[in-house]
């Protein structure tokens, strides 16, 4: 007679050994949650701004500037660049590695040949066989490896976001001091002219007594001095047009370039809304949070490794007899076997263990890492707010300033025709106006570069093609089950 209760011992067993292949193919290293210690709000935004729930266009953010020249020129880099291009292929390499991810945990099959011959060379064996192992990715290794995929990939698409943040970045710097050295240039021409028209009137005032030689002296070198200033301009032309050829991927500027063009500037642009968590698109951040996953991926396949590595195999041989005292093709024999595979740890499971640990303090790096990122992403956004406040109200200043020395100038010219001044006395109003005229193009360039630096520090900068961003997007969120 049966026990009835030994009815349910076959479903408990199957229960159970569910239940351990279920625990040991999820025992993986734990993911830590990544906190960015992030501001509620920026101590350096603007105190007037009326808050707005639209976040500002990183995507086309240098349109800001209205400049279609510039427009173009950004656009052209995205379709030329050659790092953007390197960095777009690498993310496309790993993105195909990144497809086969599972391959290591199927079954593997190989087939082997070898010819064998007996001391006594009276036979000769032929011998074809089969083996099979189908490794399970017990412990956690399955998870982990897809954390370490995922987190290759993510590093991959941080390196193509870097190289737009950068590539767009310095397109727009290099423009703005194109543009700024060539109107400094053209000022500085205009007051070189003042300066010499002025000496030209004091040699004639020395001629005729009315003028001491101290003043045509000092009027030299003022004409000197202006005449050395024009080579500083003339340099960052010529710098700045050839680093715009090289970010366009070409080796000699468009000669539109150098041909001179209105000074590009934002005029009443103000920032509206800047989330905190625009950080997140920087691509420093991005890179530490991929780093963060690549080490837990590391450190779940390390803490697998201390354990056994179970399997399946199997294998077929076959042997065929080619000679035997002068008989070829005598008979042949074949032998089949399967069972489990397991491979553990003995002699050298200390130094796994060690690696096991060693790999965990490499995670908790990570995050501090990653934290430390956040940390200089928000102390780089402050800076540049404050920058881009301070840029705003110089330029506002001297704008004051030269429409006030404008004036002047016009009010000198009045009285010049009517007798009433002297043409060296408008001469010297000139030769303010034009510097005047200088520091609002410097403080105009000053305005745009740190609007620049404000977006660089936010992470702004065009996303990738359609295609990659969503195939990417898919692709990281299944890693990261």
Same mark, same amino acid.
């Given at each position: 007679?049966?026990?009835?209760? *030994?009815?349910?011992?076959?479903?408990?067993?199957?229960?159970?050994?569910?239940?351990a #292949? =279920?625990?040991?193919?999820?025992?993986?290293?734990?993911?830590?949650?990544? $906190?960015?210690?992030?501001p509620?709000?920026?101590?350096?935004?603007?105190?007037? =701004? +009326?808050?707005?729930?639209?976040?500002?266009d *990183?995507?086309h953010?240098?349109q800001?500037?209205?400049?279609?020249?510039? &427009?173009?020129?950004?656009?052209?880099?995205?379709d030329?660049?050659?790092?953007?291009?390197?960095?777009t292929?690498?993310?496309? +390499?790993?993105? =195909?590695?990144?497809?086969?991810t599972?391959?290591?945990?199927?079954?593997? /099959?190989?087939?082997?040949?070898n010819?064998?011959?007996?001391?006594?060379?009276?036979?000769?064996?032929?011998?074809?066989g089969?083996?099979? /192992?189908?490794?399970?990715?017990?412990? %956690? @290794?399955?998870?982990? =490896?897809?954390?370490?995929?995922?987190?290759?990939?993510?590093?991959?698409?941080?390196?193509?976001?870097?190289?737009?943040?950068?590539?767009?970045?310095?397109?727009?710097?290099?423009?703005?001091a194109?543009?700024? @050295?060539? $109107?400094q240039a053209?000022?500085?021409?205009?007051?070189?002219?003042?300066?010499?028209?002025?000496?030209?009137?004091?040699?004639?005032?020395?001629?005729?007594k009315?003028? +001491?030689?101290a003043?045509?002296?000092s009027?030299?070198?003022?004409?000197?001095?202006?005449?050395?200033a024009?080579?500083?301009?003339?340099?960052?032309?010529?710098? &700045?047009?050839q680093?715009?050829?090289?970010?366009? %991927?070409?080796?000699?500027p468009?000669?539109?370039?150098?041909?001179?063009?209105?000074?590009?500037? #934002?005029?009443?642009?103000?920032?509206?809304?800047?989330?905190?968590d625009? /950080?997140? !698109?920087?691509p420093?951040i991005?890179a530490?949070e @991929?780093?963060?996953l690549?080490a837990?991926?590391?450190?779940?396949?390390?803490?697998a490794?201390?354990?056994?590595?179970i399997?399946?195999?199997?294998?077929l041989?076959?042997?065929?007899?080619?000679?035997?005292?002068? &008989?070829?093709?005598?008979?042949?024999? %074949?032998?089949?076997?399967?069972?489990p595979?397991?491979?553990?740890?003995?002699f050298?499971?200390g130094?796994?263990?060690?690696?096991?640990?060693?790999?965990?303090?490499?995670?908790?790096?990570a995050?501090?890492?990653?934290?430390?990122a956040?940390?200089q992403?928000?102390?780089? !956004?402050?800076?540049?707010l404050?920058?881009?406040?301070? @840029?705003?109200?110089?330029e506002?200043?001297?704008?004051?300033?030269?429409?006030?020395?404008d %004036? &002047?100038?016009? +009010?000198l010219?009045?009285?010049?025709?009517?007798? /009433?001044?002297?043409?060296?006395?408008?001469?010297?109003?000139?030769?303010?106006? $034009?510097?005047?005229?200088?520091?609002?193009?410097?403080?105009?360039?000053?305005?745009?570069l740190?609007?620049?630096?404000?977006?660089?520090?936010?992470?702004?900068?065009?996303?990738p093609?359609?295609?990659?961003?969503?195939?990417?997007?898919?692709?990281?969120?299944?890693?990261?089950?």
């Open positions: 007679m049966h026990d009835p209760a *030994l009815r349910h011992v076959p479903t408990a067993l199957s229960l159970l050994a569910a239940l #292949l =279920t625990t040991l193919a999820g025992c993986a290293a734990s993911l830590p949650a990544l $906190q960015p210690p992030v509620q709000a920026w101590r350096n935004a603007p105190a007037a =701004t +009326a808050p707005s729930p639209a976040k500002p *990183l995507t953010w240098w800001a500037f209205d400049d279609p020249d510039l &427009n173009a020129l950004v656009k052209r880099a995205l030329n660049n050659l790092d953007l291009k390197a960095a292929e690498r993310l496309l +390499a790993v993105r =195909t590695l990144y497809r086969h599972d391959d290591k945990f199927l079954p593997n /099959l190989t087939l082997d040949t010819q064998v011959i007996e001391p006594d060379a009276s036979a000769s064996y032929f011998i074809v089969f083996d099979a /192992l189908w490794e399970m990715p017990f412990f %956690g @290794a399955l998870k982990s =490896t897809h954390r370490l995929a995922a987190g290759n990939l993510d590093a991959a698409r941080a390196d193509v976001q870097s190289a737009y943040v950068t590539l767009v970045a310095e397109v727009a710097r290099c423009w703005i194109l543009r700024s @050295a060539q $109107q053209a000022l500085l021409a205009a007051e070189r002219d003042a300066n010499r028209e002025k000496l030209h009137l004091l040699e004639v005032r020395a001629n005729l009315l003028a +001491a030689p003043e045509v002296a009027a030299k070198a003022e004409l000197a001095r202006s005449e050395m024009l080579a500083d301009p003339q340099r960052a032309i010529n710098a &700045n047009a680093q715009l050829a090289v970010l366009l %991927g070409q080796s000699e468009d000669p539109a370039w150098l041909e001179g063009g209105d000074q590009p500037q #934002l005029g009443d642009w103000q920032m509206t809304h800047a989330p905190a625009l /950080l997140r !698109t920087r420093e991005a530490a @991929a780093q963060v690549r837990a991926g590391e450190a779940g396949i390390a803490q490794d201390v354990y056994p590595h399997g399946l195999g199997a294998s041989d076959m042997s065929v007899n080619l000679f035997s005292h002068h &008989n070829f093709i005598r008979s042949g024999d %074949g032998i089949v076997s399967v069972g595979v397991v491979n553990m740890p003995l050298d499971w130094m796994r263990m060690a690696k096991a640990r060693a790999q965990r303090h490499g995670l908790r790096a995050v501090y890492a990653y934290r430390q956040v940390l992403g928000v102390a780089d !956004t402050e800076t540049a404050g920058d881009l406040q301070q @840029a705003h109200q110089r506002t200043l001297a704008e004051q300033v030269a429409q006030a020395l %004036g &002047n100038v016009t +009010a010219a009045k009285r010049r025709s009517l007798g /009433l001044s002297s043409t060296l006395e408008l001469q010297d109003a000139v030769i303010a106006q $034009q510097n005047a005229q200088l520091a609002l193009v410097a403080a105009r360039a000053e305005r745009d740190a609007y620049v630096s404000l977006y660089k520090a936010l992470g702004g900068a065009p996303l093609p359609v295609d990659v961003a969503a195939d990417y997007k898919k692709l990281g969120n299944q890693g990261a089950k």
